[in-house]
T-cell receptor
Framework: DVKVTQSSRYLVKRTGEKVFLECVQD?????MFWYRQDPGLGLRLIYF???????EKGDIPEGYSVSREKKERFSLILESASTNQTSMYLC????????????FGAGSRLTVL | GDSVTQMEGPVTLSEEAFLTINCTYT??????LFWYVQYPGEGLQLLLK?????DKGSNKGFEATYRKETTSFHLEKGSVQVSDSAVYFC?????????????FGAGTQVVVTP
């Protein structure tokens, strides 16, 4: 069964901490995405990547960075976590030939105290 | 820019009732349209899609028709089950490229009671 795996389902961090959210896909997809999900706001795109070592800003990149050193792995980094970054983070991937269909991970719920 | 507007929830229904979730969009060109579903505790999964005007997507008893003249993609199911309780997201992708860069609506929570 093809998968997008997010390593942490629940995290609790303190303000100012550096936070790493990891995502791995086993479908050999070229494209990977990080979305943030908040009630009433739906999903908002933070960053995406079309290839290894490439990254593009989404709609809300402020306060975040990403890393894609290998095709299967896409990491989201919060350099200095703040309380307004408390949210559900969803990783997704897609194939360039895949008609824009996303496969999502189960999500990482981050609470920043 | 591109945007998606869907009806607010929660929508509460009894089992076997008819479900409609309205979705309208604003986009240049000819986007592809999607419905994704998120069951409790899970990530989103594709429910159905349509790539051009008048296409009808269908899956698991759900249907939606791409209506360019009304810029709509309303989701319908004739007889819901308790297991259909979830959050439903309407989404669109840009006409050119995009490769999965989707614009999502706010989501509509559906609660089906026995």
């Amino acid at each position: 069964d093809v998968k997008v795996t997010q390593s942490s389902r629940y995290l609790v961090k303190r303000t100012g901490e550096k936070v790493f959210l990891e995502c791995v896909q086993d479908m050999d997809h070229e494209n990977m995405f990080w979305y943030r999900q908040d009630p009433g706001l739906g999903l908002r795109l933070i960053y995406f990547s079309y290839d290894v070592k490439m990254k593009e800003k989404g709609d809300i990149p402020e306060g975040y960075s990403v890393s894609r050193e290998k095709k299967e792995r896409f990491s989201l980094i919060l350099e200095s976590a703040s309380t307004n970054q408390t949210s559900m983070y969803l990783c997704a991937s897609s194939a360039t030939s895949g008609a824009n269909v996303l496969t999502f991970g189960a999500g990482s719920r981050l609470t920043v105290l | 820019g591109d945007s998606v507007t869907q009806m607010e929830g929660p929508v509460t229904l009894s089992e076997e009732a008819f479900l409609t979730i309205n979705c309208t969009y604003t986009a240049t060109g000819y986007p592809s349209l999607f419905w994704y579903v998120q069951y409790p505790g899970e990530g989103l999964q594709l429910l159905l899609k349509a790539t051009k005007a008048d296409d009808k997507g269908s899956n698991k008893g759900f249907e939606a028709t791409y209506r360019k003249e009304t810029t709509s993609f309303h989701l319908e199911k004739g007889s819901v089950q308790v297991s259909d309780s979830a959050v439903y997201f309407c989404a669109l992708s840009a006409t050119l490229g995009g490769w999965g860069k989707l614009q999502f609506g706010a989501g509509t929570q559906v609660v089906v009671t026995p």
